[in-house]
C-alpha cells in the first residue's frame, strides 16, 4: 500500500517551503517535491535586497537552501521529482512523478510562473546565445556589450537599471510612451547615460547568425521597421502560472493563476495553492512566505476535520 502524506507540497520555492517547515513543525507527516533546486524561481536572483533580515542583501540560491534546511530540521522531505499530473479530487490526492506516486490528504501547489516569451522564430533557439530572460543569472555575460530590454513594468525597469551598471549600452523597448513601472524606476533610468528608450515599439524579428547579433524594432503606430545592433535581449514581459497540471480541476482566472484568495484554499478540498501561482496583487518572496504559513495553517483545519 502506498504511503499516505499529511501534506504534499509541489514545488520548492518559498511559499513551498515555508508551508513545508510549518506543517513538518506542527507535526504533519510532509513531504516537498521540487524537480530542480530548493527556492525555485527565487534561486536564480543574484541578490535580494528587500528580503528582512539581510542588510546587505542574500542571493536567491542560498536563501531557498536556508528554507530547506530550515523545513528539514523539522522532518520535511524533499524529493527531487517532476510533477507529470494530478489527481486533487479523491478524499486521498495522488501525484505521478518522475520518480513514481506520491499520495497525500492535503497538497500544496508551488509550482510558481515562468517567463513569458515573445513567440518569434529562432527565440527558443537562440536561449543562451543572445535571448535572455534574467538580468541578474545571466547579465555578467554582456559586461561591456551592447543589449536590448523588451517590457516596461517593474521587472523591465529593474533589469535595464541593473543591465546599465554592466553594460556599454541599453536599448529599452516598450509599446507605450511612458514605462508602467513603479516611479522609483523612472528618474534613474531616465538618467543613466548609457540607457536608451524606443518608445512606442515591439520586438518584431531576431536577428542571429550562431548567436544573436540584433533585433527587428516595429512602430505600433507608423508600422515602421528599425534594425537595432545588439549583443543580448533580455525579455521581461511578466511570466505565466505554471498551472498545465491543473487545469480542469482547479479554477483559474482569465490570466491563468489558481482562484486563491488570501486563505489560500481553491475550489477543491485540502487543495491550496501559495506563492506566484495564485492570483494576488503583490507576487514577492515574503508574500509567498505568507501564503506558506497560511496554508499550512488551514491544511491542519482541514486535516482535523476530516479526522
Known sequence: MEHIYDMIIIGGGPGGYTAALYAARAGLDTVLLEKLSAGGQMALTAEIDNFPGFEEGVDGFSLGEKMRIGAERFGAKTELAEAFSLNLSEKVKTVETSEGIYCGRT???STGANPR????????????RGVNYCAACDGMFYKGKTVAVVGGGNTAAADALLLSRICKKVFVIHRRDTLRATKIYHAPLQNAENVEFRWNSTVSGLLYGEKLTGVRCKNVHTGEETVLACDGLFVSIGRKPATE????????????YVKAD??????????????DVRTKVLRQVVTAMADGAVASHYAEEFLAGEA
Not at 488570501?262 to 506563492?275: D, H, I, K, Y
Open 107 to 109: 497538497v500544496v501547489l
Open 245 to 256: 497540471l491543473v487545469r480542469g480541476q482547479l479554477e483559474l482566472d482569465p490570466a491563468g
Open 117 to 128: 516569451e515573445l513567440g518569434l522564430p529562432g527565440e527558443k533557439e537562440l536561449t543562451g
Open 262 to 275: 488570501e486563505s489560500t484554499r481553491t475550489n477543491l478540498p485540502g487543495v491550496f495553492a501559495v506563492g
